[in-house]
């Protein structure tokens, strides 16, 4: 047996050992810190001490019995008085400018003499945001150049005013003397020396401790892994062996019953073969006799839909022969009045789409289920017709507006034109049932409120409520789509997904569709047959009292092709149409 390999070098687990070596970072980070502090304000100390000596002394030097600030502040309240006396604010300047030259001069005069060591090159007051100029201080002794230009130092501050931001005090000057300086930049140096003394050590020590930790650890862990995989090496090997001596006694077991198997093997083989081929035989048949009577129930069921279909509509154009003969003779009679005339023409017209319309039902129950019409049809014009059949009714009976937008110039697919009508006209029917539902709910809320006064608003405002039905057909790229959109009820997530489903619906036994012809769940089955039969695909956009979208895409026609290239062509079908 051979020796397990080596246990590959696993991966330094950081994670693991960031909690281990925390102390130690943060020790290192916190000298870090202190001596960077430190080192920064023993180089920040000697610098704000002398800005702070000078600002005292420019506060605090009284020439005429004030000081600078108290004169700023009093000159500076005469130019914002527009009643001032010229010759006061005259005499207030010339009295700063001699405090100011009275407070600089000794400086220059008795240069390194006094203490601190002061050089002033100059002492401004300005007056920003105005047009006085300001009065102005500056040594004739020439500022430093070179390295020693780093010594000269700047103040700007604003003394109390009773107007902020009228005046700025701004100082430059040297203090202390070029050998001061001088040594307070070696000591800087020789803190820093200290400082890079201290932590150079402490890092490296620091870097040195983290590296032996993470070795450790790592060898640690390889001698675990080693240990582990030799105890699984053993146990493995004690298991491999079991298993070879229980293989033994089973190929023992095996060789005594294999003649006696193999006697039968030839007998069961056949046996089984001749189960399995009438297996097949009897699902084959039951499967035959399934689809069958699942044929059979859908022709009966789409036959009866037809006959009775057929029927109604051969009652229907039989009642209105006589209608039409009578408005024929009303036409023709003398004496009509020019409005009564156009009604009758108006009535007349009416029923002779409702005819042509019964018409195309009949040839489409009479002709074979199976096969469909197709010819070449105009989308927009469709989206039109169905504007101007069913926005009179929609306003005056079903109390919503039926709009339709299409665009100018036709847009043509490949369809059956009685079908495609009646898709329409099944989208455009549950479209108004949606918006009766929504009503009817818009109703209900407002009865649920308490407060009479409220409740009166909300009756209002649902009697008021208005359904709103549009049908639009564009272009989209390389196909027509055919909406048909309304504000009504809008559908559930579940209704969604099984409104196309034959008999599915959620109006049947209501009395608000009585005399609407809703509640068969016939309807959107038939438009998806249609769409499936047209190439077309159908989207739903809907969501509970949000409306309903129902979008048509239907391949576009070559707008190329002639015009009178209406041939009829029979497409067969697996499944007929209802």
């Not at 070795?215 to 090997?237: C, F, I, K, N, P």
């Amino acid at each position: 047996m051979t020796p397990p390999d080596p246990p590959a070098v696993p991966a330094v687990p950081t994670w693991r050992y960031v909690g281990r070596m925390a102390p130690l970072v943060l020790l290192w980070a916190v000298m870090a810190g202190l001596l960077g502090w430190l080192l920064y304000a023993r180089a920040g100390w000697s610098e704000e001490s002398d800005r702070a000596d000078m600002r005292e002394w420019v506060d605090n030097t009284r020439i005429f019995r004030k000081t600078l600030a108290e004169l700023v502040r009093e000159y500076a309240d005469l130019l914002a008085d527009p009643a001032a006396d010229p010759t006061r604010v005259t005499n207030k300047r010339a009295e700063v400018e001699e405090h100011v030259r009275a407070m600089t001069e000794p400086t220059r005069v008795y240069s390194a003499q006094l203490p601190l060591f002061p050089e002033v090159f100059r002492l401004e007051v300005e007056f920003p945001g105005s047009d006085t100029p300001p009065v102005r201080w500056d040594s004739p002794k020439a500022r430093p150049a070179g390295h020693a230009l780093a010594q000269l130092q700047s103040l700007a501050f604003e003394p109390p005013l009773n107007r902020p931001g009228a005046a700025v005090i701004r100082l430059e000057y040297r203090v202390h003397t070029y050998n001061q300086m001088q040594r307070q930049q070696d000591e800087f140096r020789v803190w820093q020396t200290r400082a890079a003394a201290v932590l150079l050590p402490s890092t490296v020590l620091a870097g040195v401790f983290v590296v032996r930790f993470l070795r450790r650890e790592r060898t640690r862990e390889l001698d675990r892994l080693r240990a582990a995989a030799a105890a699984e090496h053993r146990e493995r090997a004690l298991l491999q062996a079991q298993v070879e001596r229980q293989l033994a006694e089973r190929d023992l077991l095996e060789a005594r019953v294999k003649q006696q198997e193999a006697e039968r093997a030839t007998e069961d083989l056949g046996r089984k073969v001749l189960e399995g081929q009438l297996d097949a035989a009897r699902l084959e048949g039951r499967a035959a006799e399934a689809e069958k009577a699942a044929l059979e129930l859908k022709s009966q069921l789409y036959a009866g839909i037809g006959i009775m279909a057929g029927s109604y509509a051969h009652n229907i154009k039989n009642l209105l022969v006589r209608p039409n003969d009578l408005l024929a003779r009303c036409i023709e009679a003398d004496g009509s009045a020019g409005d009564r005339r156009g009604m009758l023409e108006e009535v007349r017209a009416t029923l002779g789409t409702v005819t042509e319309r019964l018409q195309q039902i009949l040839r489409t129950v009479r002709r074979d289920p199976a096969s469909t019409e197709i010819t070449r049809v105009d989308l927009a014009g469709l989206v039109r017709e169905a504007e101007r059949t069913w926005a009179g009714m929609g306003r005056e009976k079903w109390k919503l507006a039926v709009s339709a937008d299409a665009p100018v110039g036709p847009l043509w697919v490949r369809g059956d034109v009685s079908h495609l009508q009646q898709a329409v006209e099944n989208l455009l029917f549950n479209a108004r049932d949606a918006t009766f539902e929504m009503r009817n709910h818009l109703r209900d809320e407002a009865r649920r409120v308490t407060d009479p006064s409220a409740r009166r608003d909300r009756l209002l405002a649902a009697a008021s409520w208005k359904g709103d039905v549009s049908v639009r057909a564009f272009r989209d790229g390389s196909a027509a789509v055919l909406e048909v959109r309304d504000n009504g009820i809008g559908m559930t997530e579940e209704v969604r997904r099984n409104c196309l489903r034959t008999h599915f619906t959620t109006k049947r036994d209501n009395a608000l569709y009585e005399g609407y012809s809703a509640g068969m769940g016939l309807g959107l089955s038939f438009v998806a047959v249609v769409l499936e039969h047209h190439q077309a695909t159908l989207e739903i956009d809907s969501a509970p009292l949000r409306g309903t979208t129902f979008r048509l895409r239907f391949p576009l026609e070559d707008e190329e092709r002639p015009a009178d290239d209406a041939e009829t062509t029979q497409m067969k079908s697996d499944e007929p149409l209802v």
